[in-house]
C-alpha cells in the first residue's frame, strides 16, 4: 500500500523488520500472481527471513506502508508494514497467514478515504472501508502475532490482508472509479518504469 505519514514514534510490538534487504522490482496488476491466493507459508526459515528482508526494503525504497510477498511475485501469504494510526503513531510488522477481523453491527463504520496501490503506482481513489481492523497471523518465527489499528492502519492491514487472498483494491470500488484509477495511472507511468523501484 502506498503514500505513508511520516511520524517519529514507532510501535514494533514483535520486533523490527529486518534491514539486510535488497529491492526488488514492483509486480503490477494483472500479473497472475496478483489475483488468486498466495500459499500459507509453512517453513519459518531463513528463506523467509531473506524473503521478508527484500520486502521491507522494497517497501521503503517505494515509499510505501505495506508490502506482500505477490508484490514482488512471490506466491506466500505474508506482508511487511510499517505505518501510523490515527493517533499517529508508526506501527511495524510482519504477518505471515493473515486472518483480519473487522467490525460488525452497530461498531461497523465506513471511512471512505483514498486508496493506492503500489502495484499499480501513481493512482489513488476512495475505497470504503471499515475503520478499524485486527489482523492476526504469525510472525517470522511462527509465533502468533496480532495487530489492530484505526485510520490509514486500518486500511493497510486490510489492503495487504487482501493481497494474500487475490484480491486488489480495484476489485473493492466501482467501475466509474476504477476508470479513475487507470486515467491516473496510465498518465503516471513513466514515473514508474517495470523496474521500480529496483532502478
Not at 10 to 38: C, F, K, N
Not at 137 to 148: A, H, N, R, S
Not at 172 to 178: M, P, Q, T
Amino acid at each position: 500500500m502506498s503514500d505513508p505519514a511520516a511520524t517519529d514514534a514507532v510501535l514494533a510490538p514483535y520486533g523490527p523488520l529486518p534491514t539486510d534487504g535488497s529491492t526488488r522490482p514492483i509486480t503490477r496488476w494483472g500479473a497472475e500472481v496478483m489475483h488468486r491466493p498466495q500459499q500459507p507459508v509453512t517453513d519459518f526459515d531463513e528463506s523467509l527471513r531473506s524473503l521478508v528482508a527484500d520486502m521491507t526494503a522494497t517497501m521503503y525504497a517505494a515509499d510505501g506502508v505495506g508490502l506482500a510477498a505477490c508484490q514482488v511475485g512471490v506466491d506466500l501469504q505474508v506482508f511487511v508494514f510499517d505505518c501510523p494510526d490515527d493517533a499517529g503513531r508508526r506501527v511495524v510488522g510482519v504477518v505471515c497467514n493473515p486472518e483480519v477481523e473487522l467490525p460488525e453491527g452497530r461498531d461497523r463504520r465506513l471511512d471512505a478515504d483514498d486508496e493506492g496501490c503500489l502495484s499499480f503506482p501513481g493512482a489513488y481513489v476512495e475505497c470504503a472501508r471499515p475503520d478499524t481492523a485486527t489482523v492476526r497471523g504469525q510472525g517470522l518465527d511462527g509465533q502468533p502475532v496480532e495487530f489492530t489499528g484505526d485510520g490509514l492502519l486500518a486500511r493497510c492491514l486490510q489492503h495487504e490482508t487482501d493481497h494474500t487472498r487475490g484480491i486488489v483494491f480495484g476489485d473493492r470500488i466501482s467501475e466509474k472509479a476504477r476508470k479513475k484509477l487507470r486515467k491516473q495511472h496510465d498518465k503516471a507511468a513513466p514515473d514508474y518504469p517495470l523496474s521500480w523501484p529496483a532502478e
